[in-house]
């Protein structure tokens, strides 16, 4: 008797676990948070993310039809056609029409996938104009251009294990020149404003992704990707990651994309501009009295 009492002790504990743990992952799922987009990616904060979004679910929703479909066959099978005591199975040598019905229902699928993918694709790949309220600004005519050619350039540079962001339509010639304003890590853009990232790599491989403002994009040593965002509202902070194995410190390359107004951002750029060019003269200052004194 008292091992029968020892023996059932510790199968409540695993039933005891098991329901706290069932009842712990529920609580999680039905959290505000765990809801919100549960099967979905988050809406965007740029038109080309709401675009990718929008491809996103249209697959996902397709997928999930025929999921269940297939699934739910396979179940009416299972449970319809149970194998019975002392029954002989019958030999099926295979279904001419079901299977002709079900090839061309996938190649029907993938035709119907296609050309919703080509239909998006150019308002994923082409930049829009800037909104009426934002930053009105030309650049070369070498990038990725909205119709009316107006739009923010920023050159980000990835080197392990941070991200630079230099601004300027010269951004690629003269991104470490200290002749343009620039930061590391946190990017400040102004909303309502065509944003056109020209991305390289000055050591390895790294990726440049903010979910939320659209696709990742490699950068690559001797090679400039390109990709752009509009962010709408200001106020707004994106937080991103480098998406691309890059060694040791790859988990902390982080990335920030800060949304200001317009206004905001000119005078922001205004104080980088002059701190870069205190710092400069600081800089000439100081190699000029190591000259003088023979340390360099």
């Known amino acids: 008797m008292r091992s029968t009492v020892n023996d059932a002790t510790p199968r409540h504990r695993r039933r005891l676990g098991l329901f706290l743990a069932l009842a712990l992952g529920c609580l999680l799922i ?3 948070d765990a809801l919100a987009n549960f099967l979905t990616p988050k809406s965007g904060g740029s038109p080309n993310a709401n675009q990718i979004d929008s491809l996103y679910k249209i697959v996902l929703y397709i997928a999930a039809v025929v999921f269940v479909g297939v699934e739910g066959a396979l179940l009416y099978s299972v449970l319809k056609f149970r194998a019975k005591r002392g029954a002989v199975a019958a030999q099926i040598h295979g279904n001419t029409r079901l299977e002709i019905g079900w090839t061309v229902a996938a190649g029907l699928i993938l035709v119907v996938l296609t050309v919703v993918t080509f239909v998006k694709l150019p308002s994923i790949i082409d930049p829009p104009n800037s909104g009426s309220s934002g930053l009105v600004l030309s650049a070369s005519l070498t990038e990725p251009t909205p119709p009316n050619g107006h739009r923010l350039t920023v050159c980000v540079q990835g080197r392990q294990f941070i991200w ?19 930061s590391y890590q946190q990017m400040v853009v102004p909303a309502d404003t065509t944003i056109v990232l020209d991305i390289q790599a000055s050591d ?45 410190n790859h988990a902390a390359m982080t990335a920030l994309v800060k949304v200001v107004s317009p206004a905001d951002f000119t005078a922001w750029l205004n104080q980088q501009q ?23």
């Not at 630079?164 to 620039?182: D, E, Q």
């Not at 701190?275 to 100081?286: D, E, G, P, R």
Request: aromatic share 14%; hydrophobic share 35%; with cysteine.
């Open 30 to 32: 039905l959290a505000p």
């Open 164 to 182: 630079r962001y230099t601004y300027g339509s010269g951004c690629l010639n003269n991104a470490f020149a200290g002749k343009l304003p620039y």
């Open 204 to 248: 390895v491989i790294h990726s440049w992704w903010v979910p939320s403002l659209g696709g990742k994009v490699d950068a690559v040593p001797g090679y400039t990707t390109y990709t752009w965002f509009k962010a709408p509202h200001p106020g707004a902070l994106y937080h991103g990651q480098c998406a691309q194995l890059c060694g040791r």
């Open 274 to 296: 002059q701190a870069i060019q205190a710092a400069n003269s600081q800089v000439y200052q100081l190699r000029q009295i190591l000259t003088a004194e023979n340390q360099l």
